[in-house]
């Protein structure tokens, strides 16, 4: 491992640039790839990408590239990716159910290990080959299946009980769906996804967008009818 701490900023685009050697060179071995490449398809310039992955101690060659399989294996070790992480959803709702069964989990180096819940109606009986369990059961779990990750698909209301639950278990990694804000030790990861909260983001440049397009177009008449 690099001994050089490595920047949150570049540790954030580390996942863009795996995701972006996968689909350019797939299993092909011996392959290249340039930073140019891995620019486009993370959204940044070719200078940070060089930048980025001399943290990581992988230079590249001029005029030849990057070696793409030592680079994966450069940026999954990185990640922390080099064996399966296994994840423990609680809340085995439509959302926790829509994650358990998404694909793209697996190819990215993480297991779904456990899916709890607390409801009587669901606890006891099987998804996707797991059995959902109650959340009663999460210290056992944690120590049964190495879980390192836990993902919170619950109603606001539950999720820093959850939380608390979670790192009472000793997980200290936790991936939050639920629109709350959770209070947890600092020595606890967590990150947010609110699909809410993007989603308000985009309506804000789609509504910047209509109403740079409607000046744009007030400009123009204007223009028009002073020639």
Do not use: C, W
């Not at 690099?2 to 685009?13: K, S, Y």
């Not at 190819?107 to 009587?120: M, S, W």
């Amino acid at each position: 491992m690099v001994d050089r701490q490595i920047p949150e900023a570049t540790v954030a685009r580390l996942p863009l640039y795996l995701r972006g050697l996968l689909e350019l060179v797939g299993d092909r071995k011996g392959a290249t790839v340039s930073s140019e490449q891995l620019a486009r398809l993370a959204g940044v310039n070719a200078a940070k990408v060089r930048k980025d992955l001399s943290y990581l101690g992988s230079y590249g060659t001029r005029g030849v590239g990057y070696d793409a399989e030592y680079l994966l294996y450069q940026i999954t070790r990185a990640l922390g990716l080099t064996r399966d992480v296994a994840i423990v959803i609680v809340g085995a709702g439509n959302l926790g159910r829509a994650l358990a069964s998404y694909k793209g989990f697996s190819q990215r180096g993480f297991r779904i290990a456990a899916l709890l819940d607390v409801d009587p109606a669901i606890v006891g009986t099987t998804f996707e080959g797991i059995e959902i369990r109650h959340i009663d059961d999460l210290k056992t779990v944690v120590v049964e299946e190495d879980i390192r990750v836990g993902v919170i698909a619950t109603p606001a209301s539950a999720a820093q009980e959850v939380a608390d639950h979670l790192v009472d278990a000793g997980v200290r990694a936790i991936l939050n769906f639920a629109p709350s804000v959770l209070n947890v030790p600092p020595d606890v990861n967590v990150r947010k996804v609110d699909l809410s909260i993007e989603l308000q983001v985009l309506a804000f440049y789609q509504q910047r967008a209509s109403a740079i397009a409607s000046a744009r177009e007030a400009g123009e008449r204007l223009s028009a009818r002073r020639r």
